[in-house]
């Protein structure tokens, strides 16, 4: 408490006053605490001066003494605090100063993560190829090793599940001789062999097979977890044969030798990483890594699109920063003070890791030991005496400016650890002493600050939010042992990024722990994985799958084409009497009426033949009232010729008496062109006395009574079979119409003679499949899924039209639904968290199955549609949507390109030709906006169908257009037979 008042209310050592930073060098560049300036020094308060108050009641004299002792003491404080100040000037950042670093270290961060740059780059930006942070549903029993040092530790650590997750930790440091450091590299990896093995001897272990991480802190390049190859030896090691080497298969190598014990190597990590995923076990938000003690790094997880030396843009992986060669081209020139310059000369790597030595507990005692000797030398302290203590490199350590520092007896601390130095400091020394640390650990803390701020933009701009949530998991001696530090850094943070709201977390016994946890993570990946893959699996189609599927198809063709065996028929194969395609002589006005849901068009069409063909339209859409769909047959059907009525008075045509083409969406047995009767009503109609009926009839009959105009109803159609005329007048190739959509359907031109339904041999006819309803028997149970049995289940049609809901619109976000639901429950989604919305059937529209599996949508904005649906989504959630999106609506397309092979082959066999060329008119929702389903169809069509050359033509307005075209088509073929 003491310490902060003090701070607050002296300007604190880190800041620049508002004042003197418009005068500061561009070189000043540190982190502000307080913008308080410091207030000139003040004279006696009146209560004090030598003329003493008038009042008769005097103040006893030893309480005079007491407060004038005090009151010197605070003013020599501030005199010394205020000298060193100026002398360290350079020392003390401005807020500004900070956010420059800031946006400089993102700079740097970028250049690192560019395939261009990062060869050149001083912040090396280095992949881990470590993809995923605890999700809290680890389990398992976990060797660690944690070599980074003389001492390495070697851990097992057991992840319960009993009521709590839990984490139970053993472990025994073994030591490393010098000759083995500095000997060959195979003796080390023996000797650490050796260690492990006797370590499993004692926990009893030897006899399992268990998982190990192994935390291995030195410079390091990854291409996978499991490998790692040392770039270069640190910390005094120098075994020889290993730099260049992967020191996964030397230590696999060496164990291997011993065949004592077997274990399995997952991951390799740095103790960076190892801090992140430590802390990630207990707060699942962490994703930053941060050591600040003897060195100091950053880990962090970036979008895997931003990392261009990694393949693949889709999800995340861990960065190691090695932030502690930051300025190493220069770039904090105008930061570094001459004792930073003198420091690193006489440093083991002169000119390297130039940003670690500016912050890191190695490097803060010697700091300060080189300005109190040139302040000692320029007479400022010790009254000029210098010892050769002082002068001795390594004398003043980190662990003393901590001491120093501490609120309570850090003066006495001063005291003692300078008298050991073999000065002998005043009280003002003691003061300036104390100061001069604060400043350099306030520049440390400040600095640190900033380059985490860095990276605290760069998530919260990945991530897309105005206000990022984070946890920072944090460790090293100097953040953990010094009294101000970690405060400091905390709130210099909170002030340079105020749109961060930051959860700073100590790790426990980071490095080795979280070696073990990334193993855990990687076993973990690895069963869901399988897991995962076992279940998309049942949505993957062999060739020979879909050559059987064609088959079956083909089969079911002919069932319903035969008059035997057409009753028993799921694939209906019904006649549509339509003879023939457009010949582009067609000519005349035409109205087309398209009556398929709860809104209905009019349309007027007008076909010109001859070298400027053409065919314009003009439509009206009405809407009909609940009332009337669930109303009398009557009411229905004298609403759509009021509806007709209007249209013509709108276009000026009542007195024509034209012909009409009706598509009419609904089950329908045909008996000639103009005949339709209905089978039964769907999509919400009910009115009654219509089913059993003849549709056409009941039109026609509704004209009579209104008795304004006529018109001559000449057709009555489904929409698959406008999809083909629309795309047949375009080309005259086109023969067959598919329709995949909401729903999905398929009509052909199929030889009169094989039509058995109709009488008549000679020509063609086009043949409405109805090829929603194969598999209604069962033909296809073998690759139908428990998910696919589910969706029918809770259909309205249970047990009808399967294939439709395998393939088409209206199914295949409740397919994804419940796999997702599956897979949350398995604890693969959502960490195992269902959400109400999930719960409620159709949520999962078809359309964000198109949106997801965008090529151009980063996971983002699939995060977003999750979002929507009150899924809190990470971003390997996100991946695992997408792959489930991905092996359903491939399925899909590959059933889909299955039966129109059916359809071309059989027409191909029709016509006895070795090979056909055709063009299929197509239409619908899947077809159009999905993404890849056209390609992967297309794709299959090739491959089931390698006799045909099939081309696939986009339709517009089949359903109208086509509605027309085949009234215009039959009004021809009434001309030429007249």
Known sequence: GRESHREDTVQAPGVASEKSSALAPACSLLLPLSARTLSPARPLPSSLSPSLSLSSTKPPAKMIAAQVLAYFFTELKQDQVKKIDKYLYAARLSDDTLRDVMNRFRTEMEKGLARDTNPTATVKMLPTFVRSTPD????????????????????????????????????????????????????????????????????????????????????????????????????????????????????RKAIDKKAEYDVDIMAVVNDTVGTMMTCGFDDQRCEVGLIIGTGTNACYMEELRHIDLVEGDEGRMCINTEWGAFGDDGSLEDIRTEFDRELDRGSLNPGKQLFEKLISGMYMGELVRLILVKMAKEGLLFEGNITPELLTKGKLETKHVSAIEKSKGGLSKAEEILTRLGLEPSEEDCIAVQHVCAIVSFRSANLSAAALGAILTQLRHNKGVPRLRTTVGMDGSLYKMHPQFARRFQKTVRRLVPDCEVRFLLSESGSGKGAAMVTAVAERLVSQRKEMDKTLATFTLTREQLFQVKGRLRKEMEMGLQKKTHEAATVKMLPTFVRSTPDGTENGDFVALDLGGTNFRVLLVKIRSGKRRSVEMHNKIYAIPLEVMQGTGEELFDHIVHCISDFLDYMGMKGARLPLGFTFSFPCEQRSLDEGILLKWTKGFKATDCEGEDVVTMLRDAIKRRDEFELDIVSIVNDTVGTMMTCAYEDPLCEVGMIVGTGSNTCYMEEARNTETVPGDEGLMCVNMEWGAFGDNGCLDDIRTEYDNAVDDLSLNQGKQKYEKMISGMYLGEIVRNVVIDFTRRGFLFRGQISERLKTRSIFETKFLSQIESDRLALLQVRAILQNLGLDSTCDDSIIVKEVCGAVSRRAAQLCGAGMAAVVDKIRENRGLDRLAITVGVDGTLYKLHPHFSKIMHETVRELAPDCDVTFLLSEDGSGKGAALITAVACRLRESTA
């Open 136 to 251: 809290g549903s680890e389990k398992g029993d976990f060797l660690a090793l944690d070599l980074g040092g003389s001492n390495f530790r070697i851990l097992r650590v057991k992840v319960s599940h009993e009521r709590q997750q839990k984490v139970e930790m053993e472990s025994q440091i073994y030591s490393t001789p010098e000759d083995i450091i500095h000997g060959s590299g195979s003796r080390l990896f023996e000797h650490v062999a050796e260690c492990l093995g006797d370590f499993m001897e004692k926990q009893e272990i030897k006899d399992k097979k268990l998982p190990l991480g192994f935390t291995f802190s030195f410079p390091c390049r990854q291409s996978k977890v499991d490998e790692s190859i040392l770039i270069t030896w640190t910390k005094g090691f120098k075994a020889s044969g290993v730099e260049g080497s992967d020191v996964v298969k030397l230590l």
